[in-house]
């Protein structure tokens, strides 16, 4: 792997210089003549400073960029399922507003329920206080009615005796009140 790394480094060179080579005068070259010495000394110096710099840092530069390589890869891998959890959010968000409008259909039911079940335990509560006070005044009304229908009977039995007293006064003489009290007290004695 190296070996290969190494040749197609020396052959990229090699490429570069000679497009180097090509891009440069014409006429010049034609009249000097190409000076393959320089050429060479020039190659190899690159080649050994090239192999002197892949030597001391050849590893820490490989590593670098593996390491950075593998960064990006895990990078990649983070992204990937960062963004495979936000189509997840994102599908149970969606869904979770597709759910929004029966939710709320859901809750407005319940609380209707609830109303009513609370409008018809406060009438049936009123009903039931309402029979209640019924049937509180009805006994109350049946207590006055009984008093009232006493008080009565005392002013009429008072007027009876009075208007009895008025009579019996003026149709008794002394005579017959004389004779009354005989018979009640030989009643008396005799009893």
């Not at 393959?36 to 892949?54: E, M, P, S, T």
């Not at 890869?73 to 994102?90: F, H, M, T, V």
């Not at 039911?109 to 335990?121: K, N, P, T, V």
């Given at each position: 792997?190296?070996?290969?790394?190494?040749?197609?480094t020396?052959?990229?060179?090699?490429?570069?210089?000679?497009?180097?080579?090509?891009?440069?005068?014409?006429?010049?070259a034609?009249?000097?003549?190409l000076?393959?010495?320089?050429?060479?000394?020039r190659v190899i110096?690159f080649?050994?400073?090239?192999a002197?710099?892949a030597?001391?840092?050849?590893?820490?530069m490989?590593?670098?960029?593996r390491?950075?390589?593998?960064?990006?890869?895990?990078?990649?891998a983070d992204?990937?399922?960062?963004?495979?959890?936000?189509?997840?959010?994102?599908?149970e968000?969606?869904?979770?507003?597709?759910?929004?409008?029966?939710?709320?259909?859901?809750?407005e039911?319940?609380?209707?329920?609830?109303?009513?079940?609370?409008r018809?335990?406060?009438?049936?509560?009123?009903?039931?206080?309402?029979?209640?006070?019924?049937?509180?005044?009805?006994?109350?009304?049946?207590?006055e009615?009984?008093?009232?229908?006493?008080?009565?009977?005392?002013?009429?039995?008072?007027s009876?005796i009075?208007?009895a007293k008025?009579?019996?006064?003026?149709?008794?003489?002394?005579k017959?009140q004389d004779?009354?009290v005989?018979e009640y007290?030989?009643?008396?004695?005799f009893n």
């Amino acid at each position: 792997m190296k070996r290969l790394h190494l040749i197609a480094t020396v052959a990229l060179v090699l490429g570069v210089a000679a497009c180097a080579y090509a891009s440069g005068d014409a006429g010049a070259a034609e009249a000097h003549g190409l000076n393959w010495k320089d050429f060479l000394f020039r190659v190899i110096n690159f080649v050994l400073v090239f192999a002197v710099i892949a030597k001391l840092a050849g590893k820490k530069m490989v590593g670098f960029f593996r390491g950075r390589s593998e960064a990006i890869e895990n990078q990649l891998a983070d992204l990937d399922s960062r963004k495979a959890d936000a189509a997840k959010r994102l599908g149970e968000i969606e869904a979770s507003i597709s759910d929004l409008a029966s939710e709320k259909a859901r809750i407005e039911a319940e609380y209707r329920r609830q109303g009513e079940a609370l409008r018809d335990s406060i009438v049936a509560a009123a009903e039931a206080k309402a029979v209640q006070i019924k049937e509180q005044a009805a006994t109350a009304a049946a207590a006055e009615a009984r008093v009232a229908m006493q008080e009565l009977r005392a002013q009429l039995a008072d007027s009876v005796i009075a208007a009895a007293k008025a009579s019996l006064e003026k149709k008794l003489t002394a005579k017959d009140q004389d004779k009354l009290v005989d018979e009640y007290l030989t009643k008396v004695v005799f009893n």
